[in-house]
């Protein structure tokens, strides 16, 4: 197997988070062609995006998809509770951070730059994504990780995520208070940061999406 894209991607994060705590080697790639557009990767994903799994010469895409293909095939040790309710939970909290925290974070890229904000926008923007964490804590388990005392499919989902947010909002000085402040949702990312496996996924997202960042900050 080959897992394409980049960390600076919080899915490309997900995907290596997932094979982390499941003890999965799975290195990352280049994207064939050198890009996701290139003729070489559509073949894998027409759609084109990040990540991309090659299994046996077939793509698969859509970094969910990805986790579970690779919980359904590489059994050894599970990235799900056990339990069927705590299962859907923690597919729960990964679908949370999908519709409803990463649908507010291009309200923010959009408005990086101070001369061309669009005050109303980020202030909403703002109010649905404290809206969308109380979601994320409401369905919490006992923890301290998403569901229980180890981290699991929700964790690899929320963590990368939320990494990206707070470096966002603390980059574009927007005003918006942390969505996490909250004591639950600190303990997780307390828990989170001090798992090796999560934290190492963690530190190389940070470097990438730093990376990107200054990139972006160029363009302007």
């Not at 999560?198 to 302007?220: G, I, P």
């Amino acid at each position: 197997m080959k897992l394409y894209g980049s960390l600076a991607s919080p899915y490309v994060a997900r995907v290596a988070m997932f094979a982390k705590i499941k003890g999965i080697d799975l290195p990352l790639h280049e994207a064939p062609g050198g890009s996701i557009k290139s003729p070489e990767f559509l073949k894998l994903n027409p759609m084109g995006k990040m990540p991309t799994l090659e299994v046996n010469g077939q793509g698969l895409g859509e970094s969910t998809i990805i986790c579970g293909y690779l919980e359904d095939t590489q059994t050894a040790k599970s990235g799900l509770p056990k339990d069927p309710l705590d299962r859907a939970r923690s597919h729960l909290v990964a679908r949370i951070t999908d519709l409803y925290i990463a649908q507010q974070i291009g309200a923010f890229f959009r408005s990086m730059n101070p001369a061309k904000r669009d005050a109303a926008a980020v202030e909403a923007a703002g109010k649905e994504l404290a809206k969308a964490y109380g979601y994320v804590e409401q369905v919490m388990g006992p923890g301290p990780f998403c569901i229980s005392s180890v981290p699991t499919l929700g964790d690899c989902a929320l963590a990368p995520t939320t990494a990206m947010v707070r470096k966002i909002l603390a980059a574009g000085n927007f005003g918006v208070e942390d969505p996490t402040r909250s004591p639950r949702l600190q303990a997780w990312w307390k828990a989170v940061e001090g798992n090796a496996d999560c934290q190492s996924v963690l530190a190389a997202h940070a470097e990438a999406f730093d990376a990107f960042m200054k990139q972006m900050a160029a363009r302007r």
